[in-house]
């Protein structure tokens, strides 16, 4: 049984910074992409930042430059640097990783307030 667990979420000024982490736990011997999604009570989830078992990253446009994805392998761990924070990116953040299917954590709310 894969599981995902985030952390990190909460309540900051427009302009500041959170960090979020998802921890994959279970029978995994290897996970190539892992990614953050977001997604807003009436609209679709869509998808923040990804990053492959290599390190490439690719993020949406509207957070490029402000976001920061990154993993360390070895804890099977992926994390979320959100800097600049504006209150659109208020949502609620999910950890995926596609395995034999797609996983996804349980969510984490960012609030970001003016």
């Known amino acids: 049984q894969v599981q995902l667990v985030e952390s990190g979420g909460g309540v900051v000024q427009a302009g500041g910074s959170l960090r979020l982490a998802c921890v994959v736990s279970?029978?995994?011997?290897?996970?190539?992409?892992m990614g953050w999604h977001r997604q807003v009570p009436g609209k679709q989830r869509e998808l923040v930042a990804s990053?492959?078992?290599?390190?490439?990253?690719n993020y949406a446009d509207s957070v490029k430059g402000r976001f920061t994805i990154s993993r360390d392998n070895a804890k099977f761990t992926v994390y979320l640097q959100m800097d600049s924070l504006k209150p659109e990116d208020t949502a609620v953040y999910y950890c995926n990783v596609p395995l034999e299917r797609n996983y996804w954590g349980q969510g984490t709310q960012v609030f970001v307030s003016t």
């Open positions: 279970g029978s995994i011997l290897r996970i190539n992409a």
């Open positions: 990053i492959t078992s290599s390190g490439r990253t």
